[in-house]
């Protein structure tokens, strides 16, 4: 018998969901029929699509180290899904066992799960909410009562932006959380695009995600850049996500980075606005 006393009672069934199917893509078990049906026409839509997660999984990682390495002990991650192996607070906490994080996510099964797996980490918590609305999200005590947005800190937005259909809806949401950040600041994206892909899968890719709980529209590179509006973006710049600070060749897509449909990038906040540049770290 399936144990089913992870699932929330208030989580439709009839519809798959974004958070679960990238669960079943990423070789987790909390999802539905529903989601792994979903996920496999997306393969067959994409055969590379599992892999398309995994580089988004190791930017993430990567990602985080490096903003560890510029002295942020502060993440708030947002859209941060059903919790997998590597999550945010493990990486971070590794190498700074008192960095703060806080997830966020408008998904009740994510959100669930997250809320298991940091019982007695006093330095995490989960948080749900709808990322359109900001600026409750940024008033909500509990987020404010675990970080100090009078220091710098990072926000991730990884895989979510897509998710946001209307393109004013993301670009005002992304400059809601930009403007209550300090200088010093970080904002990580990653986002699906359809630069390389044959013309026909982003048609047939938002056709199924239509049938879900959350409709996604891809963006071109051009479309995705206005993100990094007043941010500083660090090297390389806005690159597919196998190209942002590859570890080596084992990193998935390592020598086809167009293959990962997905483009990346790391925004710092300058002490002065400034049109979006490319922002050379300091060495260690």
């Not at 018998?1 to 078990?29: C, E, F, H, Q, S």
């Not at 330095?123 to 675990?146: C, E, F, S």
């Not at 941010?231 to 293959?259: N, Q, T």
């Not at 449909?261 to 260690?284: A, E, N």
Request: net charge neutral; glycine share 6%; no cysteine.
């Amino acid at each position: 018998m399936v144990d089913r006393t992870w699932i929330p009672d208030d989580v439709p069934l009839d519809k798959p969901n974004a958070a679960r199917m990238y669960d079943y893509l990423l070789g987790g078990y909390h999802n539905f029929a529903i989601d792994r049906g979903a996920a496999e026409q997306m393969i067959a839509i994409n055969p590379n699509t599992p892999l398309v997660m995994q580089a988004n999984r190791a930017f993430l990682r990567r990602a985080i180290k490096f903003l560890v390495e510029q002295g942020i002990d502060q993440f708030l991650d947002i859209g941060s899904g059903i919790p997998t192996a590597g999550n945010v607070h493990e990486v971070v906490q590794q190498l700074n066992p008192a960095a703060r994080v806080v997830y966020v996510d408008i998904d009740p099964v994510a959100v669930r799960h997250s809320e298991a797996i940091l019982r007695g980490n006093s330095q995490a918590i989960v948080v749900q909410a709808d990322i359109r609305q900001p600026k409750i999200l940024l008033n909500n005590p509990r987020v404010t009562g675990m970080l100090d947005f009078g220091k710098p800190m990072a926000v991730l937005l990884l895989f979510l932006l897509h998710f946001i259909t209307d393109d004013e809806q993301a670009y005002r949401l992304v400059r809601v959380l930009r403007e209550a950040l300090v200088p010093g600041s970080y904002v990580a994206i990653s986002h699906g695009s359809h630069e390389s892909a044959p013309r026909d899968v982003p048609e047939r890719l938002e056709a199924l995600y239509a049938k879900s709980t959350t409709p996604v529209r891809v963006r071109a590179r051009a479309q995705i850049e206005p993100f990094f509006e007043g941010l500083e973006l660090v090297e390389p710049g806005l690159v597919y996500v196998p190209s942002w600070r590859p570890e080596g060749p084992d990193d998935p897509f390592f020598d086809r980075p167009a293959k990962s449909d997905t483009f990346s990038g790391v925004g710092r906040k300058p002490w002065r606005r400034s049109r979006t540049r490319i922002y050379k770290s300091p060495p260690l």
